[in-house]
């Protein structure tokens, strides 16, 4: 069974950002410019993703 994973990359800071936006940031487990972390597709993240899709880089994985 295939595992489908998003790599998540910070490419612009959330200084300056509403605080929501901030929080999801930290949510997600991004810290510092150009971090990656890998989580779990699924509707949660996919929608945290969008909250903050103009500070983010993703990339999608799929593990066998």
Do not use: N
């Not at 991004?30 to 993703?49: I, N, P, Y």
Request: positive net charge.
């Amino acid at each position: 069974m295939a595992e489908t994973t998003v790599k998540i990359t910070l490419i612009k800071s959330g200084i300056g950002r509403p605080q929501r936006q901030k929080d999801t940031l930290r949510a997600l487990g991004l810290h510092k410019l150009h971090q990656t972390v890998e989580r779990k597709d699924s509707a949660v993240t996919r929608g945290m993703m969008a909250k903050v899709s103009h500070l983010v880089k993703v990339e999608e994985e799929t593990r066998s």
